[in-house]
């Protein structure tokens, strides 16, 4: 089966012999089996169909520079509600100025807040960074070696939930850990993959349909192939190399049409004149 789409900047277009066949449940019905066994097929096919297009390791993957566990965690807390290339603009100067949590715990708020306000909510990002921090010292140590890596641990600090946790332990730490961000959320469901709603409830889904050793890259995959491909309003489903195992294939074309083009005026509908009601004169 070869895959012949029109190719996405910076994506990987995966090109399989004419003797690959998907497997059964899949290949026969793949868009609309519902099955336990059908759904783990699916997700089989996604895992190997994504790794061609978005190839790497989730090191590799993940768009945040950073040296080390505490930089990620740093540079993962900025990126609440950012761009990850607004904060790799910010975290060189801010790794200079707090190269450890014995720094940054000791930040002067302000000086804090004007080096990070670019990235949005500034002021209660400051108040999770130097907590995350001194959390970190108070419970764990400042030396490099004594970072926390468990679940628990983690999600102790001020500022880190589940998402941020997993993405510390999947890319910083090598360990298993699945991030689900609102792309993950929204493909995850178009691919049938899931009904959840809940990201913890989702979480727990995929992992149950992808090895450990997958969590973190098929979740950096789903975010970048939901960033280029799959759009949250207008998903390009004719540029997607899952559309043929996709339930939701082709709901690109379903959705309204675009806005009317800039510098010009939609038609207006004529003004209503006013009805004008003259009286009958006094009967006699």
């Not at 995966?14 to 497997?23: I, K, T």
């Not at 500022?159 to 360990?175: D, E, I, P, Y």
Request: glycine letters at 8%.
């Amino acid at each position: 089966m070869v895959h012949e789409r029109t190719l996405v900047p910076g994506m990987r277009q995966p090109v399989f012999p004419s003797s690959h066949r998907y497997p059964a449940d899949v290949a026969t019905t793949p868009a609309r089996r519902t099955s336990k066994k059908a759904i783990a097929e699916r997700a089989v096919v996604i895992s190997a169909l994504l790794a061609e297009s978005y190839p790497g390791t989730a090191k590799q993957l993940c768009a945040l520079k950073h040296r080390g566990p505490f930089q990620l965690l740093v540079a993962t807390i900025l990126s609440a509600q950012c761009t990850d290339e607004r904060v790799n603009l910010v975290t060189p100067a801010l790794f200079r100025r707090y190269p450890g949590p014995r720094e940054l715990a000791a930040a002067d708020r302000d000086e804090l807040e004007s080096m990070i306000r670019s990235t949005g909510f500034f002021r209660s990002k400051t108040s999770h960074l130097i907590g995350m921090a001194q959390g970190l010292l108070a419970g764990f140590g400042p030396r490099p070696s004594d970072f926390p890596a468990e679940m628990a641990e983690l999600t102790s600090l001020p500022g880190v939930g589940r998402k941020t946790a997993n993405v510390v332990r999947s890319v910083a730490l090598g360990l298993p850990g699945l991030p689900v961000d609102t792309h993950v959320l929204r493909l995850s469901r178009r691919l049938g993959l899931t009904k959840a709603t809940d990201p913890v409830k989702v979480e727990t889904d995929l992992c149950a349909l992808f090895p450990e050793t997958e969590w973190g890259g098929i979740s950096l995959r789903l975010i970048l192939h939901g960033r280029r491909v799959c759009l949250a309003r207008r998903p390009r489903c004719g540029d997607c190399v899952l559309a043929e195992i996709c339930p939701s294939a082709d709901i690109g074309s379903a959705v309204a049409a675009p806005a009317t083009p800039a510098g010009r005026r939609s038609a207006k509908k004529p003004p209503k004149l006013p009805i004008v009601v003259t009286p009958r004169p006094a009967s006699r």
